[in-house]
């Protein structure tokens, strides 16, 4: 049952295009936590860590959340609304171009990160200090949305949007989210987790 436009949503009965959308949130902000985690470990053991790991996840951040969560985003959710609605103009705007540099961003992160594994320990503190950066940029960009944009989607989109919106998102959504990866990147992925539970065990 379609909830009234005045009512507040539990996450069960949201869109599915929300429910996409945060899910993908959710799993970015996993990655992020486990890097910095693996990060720390290494550090706490006086080792330089997995660098096949660190670059895996950099290299998944570029493929999917820089390339397509964000660009469906903008040219799909974000156009939705401005079209229906004068509210918010001016955080859409913000978030575009949060989207707009998120390219650049993981770029200057993953060279970062070359610098480290090429030039060891003296590298470590600035690929460190640029996750961190990167991940607050993202927790607060995240939050926006899910507070503030989420929820005016929920209020003032009709049906015909989500309805079209729910097939749009459907059809590319979060391999790590859950849904099925296109088969190009089944070994990224199965990779990823591989790692993931080899580093998480030492």
Avoid: N
């Avoid at 005045?6 to 799993?27: G, K, N, W």
């Amino acid at each position: 049952m379609r909830m009234r436009t005045c009512d507040f949503q539990p996450v069960t009965r949201m869109h599915s295009t929300i429910r996409t959308l945060r899910s993908e949130h959710a799993a970015l902000v996993t990655l992020l936590r486990a890097s910095t985690a693996v990060l720390a470990k290494s550090r706490l053991q006086g080792q330089l860590p997995d660098f096949a790991l660190l670059r895996a996840m950099l290299f998944y951040i570029a493929e999917f959340p820089e390339r397509h969560h964000h660009p469906r985003e903008s040219s799909l959710l974000f156009a939705r609304l401005r079209a229906r609605t004068p509210l918010a103009r001016s955080l859409l705007d913000r978030l575009d171009e949060d989207h707009a540099r998120g390219d650049a961003r993981i770029r200057e992160l993953e060279h970062a990160l070359i610098a480290f594994e090429m030039l060891g320990e003296a590298r470590r503190a600035v690929f460190e200090a640029g996750l961190q950066r990167y991940t607050d940029f993202y927790l607060v960009h995240m939050s926006l949305e899910e507070r503030e944009v989420f929820p005016l989607a929920e209020t003032v989109l009709l049906a015909r949007d989500w309805d079209e919106l729910d097939t749009e998102f459907a059809s590319s959504a979060d391999p790590l989210a859950d849904a099925e990866p296109e088969a190009v990147y089944v070994a990224l992925f199965d990779r990823i987790r591989a790692l993931l539970g080899r580093a998480a065990a030492l």
